[in-house]
């Protein structure tokens, strides 16, 4: 049976997705015929609707129509906006027991553990900078040490963590506490086997300050340094590469082992999104979520202004109401940041996130959400704090993808999957990022960059519980050295991005 031109979501919405490119005059659903050209990803509306009235999708509400509507009219910018109503947070009434695969059963995959216990996926060396003025300094020695560390094939690579930050701030406060809580949680990854902290000497984030603040301690694998101190660049340069060749043989010593799946940590992230995002690849990746949470481990959902309006949907999904209001306290928060700053929640979609159908926030929150699967959530975290709960849980951050999936990695993800309607090329380093095609004609055209094909959802030929399987296994196989195609490609080292909230002095 050949795949319909147009895809219902549920029986009680009003619109339905454009599979294909849909010509005037064409048969979308029922006696419902196209009154224009239908872009691929784009709504079509299937019954008639007035002024003010609300259009839906995933049963939910996506925004209110501006004019009268007839069936067959082309939903989108033009005819649809945002607009405030009542949800219902109704905490804890969705949660309910997790059906656990018991230990002896779960999935395992081959992975670092590191003297602490914890379990690394990747092998690296890291140079840390606390402020932009050491940025070029670490790249040099990065530099300097990359052929070397080709003679270690245990080691993935030098990574120099370069940022815009670090002075022309407040040596104290909010974002002070951000950047450091940021720069703490990478210098000690599980992915890091060494790292450097670079800073030139007279930053307003001083590196005495970051270790106490942050309860770094110097030794073998942890070496602070300033250039101001060591007499410059090329000193610095010099001694940091003899530190560090003096320690690639130890980094370089280890070997993988089964570890169980329960002790990874997968980053949620999605960009350049499309009307198919929350069809295929988010729902898919939800399942693979959801065998993970299964199996013990844990997944990290972010970008709190692109689940705004869909909130609703996770405070119902608490494992408690404590954990439910503290994520509606993050959605006020930033209700109040935009307020101050003079911003708006409905700044997204993005003019590709448009041009892909997408047509208000609340349209992008619901379809984003779905990368979350259906487990109970079972905590809420601020920005780059530590994550020690297993299961699903959520951290604050910005929509911005770098900044949200720096504030992941910092809380200690361990594997990212990134899902992508418009094609974003996102790297991580010191963690894998998976690349999530929303659909084949994308992943055709970028085969290089996608590391799964999401598509096949779309087209009838894959359902989504078993496109979950695929991501699950696939994850498993990174987390075990396979390299994704963003690392195949060496990207990764320019993605660090620290979350930017006060001014720049």
């Known amino acids: 049976m050949a795949a319909p031109i147009a895809l219902r979501l549920h029986p009680n919405d009003n619109v339905v ?12 659903e029922g006696d419902v015929v196209a009154a224009t050209r239908i872009p691929p990803g784009h709504k079509i509306l299937t019954r008639a609707v007035r002024k003010g009235e609300p259009l839906r999708k995933y049963n939910q509400i996506i925004g209110f129509a501006i004019d009268d509507l007839a069936p067959g009219t082309h939903v989108h910018t033009h005819n649809c906006a945002m607009g405030d109503f009542e949800r219902d947070y109704a905490f804890c009434a969705d949660a309910h027991p997790t059906d656990f695969v018991p230990e002896a059963e779960r999935a395992t995959f081959e992975g670092y553990r590191r003297a602490d216990g914890r379990a ?18 670490s790249r040099m020695i990065a530099a300097k040490l990359a052929p070397l560390v080709d003679n270690y094939p245990n080691i993935d690579g030098i990574v120099p963590l370069t940022h815009g930050g670090g002075c022309g701030m407040a040596a104290s406060g909010l974002e002070m506490d951000v950047l450091r809580r940021t720069l703490a949680g990478y210098a000690r990854h599980p992915n890091m086997a060494a790292v450097v902290v670079l800073g030139l000497g007279c930053e307003a984030n001083q590196i005495s300050g970051l270790m106490s603040a942050e309860g770094l301690k110097e030794g073998p694998n942890f070496i602070p ?12 340069v010099m001694r940091a590469v003899g530190f560090l060749k003096e320690l690639l043989p130890d980094v370089n010593d280890v070997g ?4 169980s799946a329960g002790e990874l940590i997968l980053a949620l992230q999605c960009g350049g999104s499309d009307g198919y995002s929350g069809i295929s690849a988010n729902p898919a990746l939800g399942a693979a979520v959801d065998l993970l949470v299964r199996n013990g481990g844990t997944a990290v959902l972010s ?5 705004y309006g869909a909130e609703h949907l996770l405070t119902r999904r608490a494992v408690s109401r404590q954990v439910g209001e503290k994520l509606v306290r993050r959605i006020r928060w930033w209700e109040e940041h935009c307020a ?5 929640m409905n700044n997204n979609p993005s003019p590709g996130n448009k041009a892909g159908g997408l047509t ?7 379809g984003a959400v779905a990368k979350g699967g259906t487990t109970n959530l079972v905590d809420v975290y601020e920005y780059a704090q530590p994550i020690t709960a297993r299961g699903f849980v959520y951290m604050d951050s910005p929509g911005y993808d770098p900044v949200s999936a720096t504030g992941q990695v910092a809380g200690g993800a361990n594997v990212l999957c990134f899902t992508t309607g418009r094609g974003s090329v996102f790297g991580c380093k010191p963690t894998p990022s998976l690349k999530l095609a929303t659909n084949t004609s994308l992943y055709r055209r970028m085969t290089d960059d996608m590391d799964i094909n999401c598509g096949a959802i779309v087209d009838g030929e894959q359902g989504i519980q078993e496109s979950g399987r695929e991501i699950f296994e696939l994850i498993l196989k990174t987390a075990s050295g396979q390299k994704t195609k963003s690392e195949a490609l060496g990207i990764g080292d320019d993605e660090f991005e620290p979350w930017k909230i006060g001014a720049t002095m």
């Open 360 to 366: 208000t926030i609340l349209e992008k929150s619901l």
């Open 256 to 259: 993988r082992e089964t570890i």
């Open 17 to 28: 997705v454009a599979r294909m490119d849909i010509l005037p005059n064409t048969k979308v």
């Open 225 to 236: 340094m300033t250039i101001q101190d060591e007499g410059g660049v090329a000193k610095t």
């Open 303 to 307: 970008e709190t202004p692109e689940i």
């Open 340 to 344: 101050r700053t003079g911003g708006e």
């Open 120 to 137: 690394a996926t990747r092998n690296y060396v890291g140079i840390v900078t606390t402020v932009n003025c050491s940025a070029a300094t």
